[in-house]
């Protein structure tokens, strides 16, 4: 199995932990999301564990080049926040297994079996929220430009990228503050990240 975690300590004590069990064995670690793939290719693990939130590339779009690449093994992410939006990307990008960091080790090491095995986990707290989801109330061009508000381009910047002018590009960030209820433009990218919808 391949392990990704930023984290040393925690990187090291799952290694540790996993190397506990008869039936597991981590091949490879890695604490940067752009080394998934290439020490999956080099070692060929079964599964992989990855954090979500990984320097250089994230966990999920990690996860999604490596099924691309290596299909035969099986990415189980973890992450640290129950946001119903990583569930819904995570699931898109074809992971097996998703799992919140707080979980049992008992259940963590259950759920590489399962994911090994075949299987789908998920996180009973992490579907619930998903389940309860409530529909995007955000037009298509509102998602366009709070996407590009997300990387910190500002109006000016925005309106020339999608071809509107910057009085339109305002609206749209108006109307998007509004629909989700948001303090700001901020607490509005903040909402949509979460949710999934940018």
């Known amino acids: 199995m391949l392990i990704a975690e930023d984290v040393r300590i925690l990187r090291e004590t799952l290694t540790a932990v996993l ?15 752009d080394q998934i793939v290439p020490a999956a290719m080099t070692h060929s693990p079964d599964v992989a ?17 490596l099924r691309e690449k290596l299909p035969s093994c099986a990415a189980l992410v973890l992450t640290g ?13 074809g992971v097996s297994g998703f799992l919140l960091k707080h979980s049992p080790t008992g ?37 366009d430009v709070l996407r590009q508000a997300a990387t910190g381009a500002e109006p000016d910047e925005i309106a020339v990228r999608l071809s509107l002018s910057r009085g ?31």
């Open 168 to 198: 339109t590009v305002r609206n749209y960030l108006s109307s998007a503050v509004m629909k989700l209820n948001a303090r700001n433009r901020v607490d509005a990218i903040r909402i949509a990240a979460d949710e999934g919808w940018i």
């Open 81 to 93: 926040l129950a946001k119903p939006g990583y569930l819904r990307r995570a699931m898109a990008s």
């Open 19 to 33: 190397a506990l069990e008869d039936d597991l064995e981590v091949v490879v670690a890695v604490e940067r999301g």
């Open 107 to 143: 259940d963590l090491i259950d759920a590489i079996r399962k994911v090994r095995a075949g299987e789908q986990v998920v996180d009973p707290q992490l579907a619930l929220a998903a389940l309860r989801k409530v529909e995007n109330p955000l037009a298509a061009r509102e998602v």
């Open 49 to 65: 564990v990855i954090d979500i939130d990984l320097p250089e590339l994230d966990g999920l779009t990690a996860a999604a080049e």
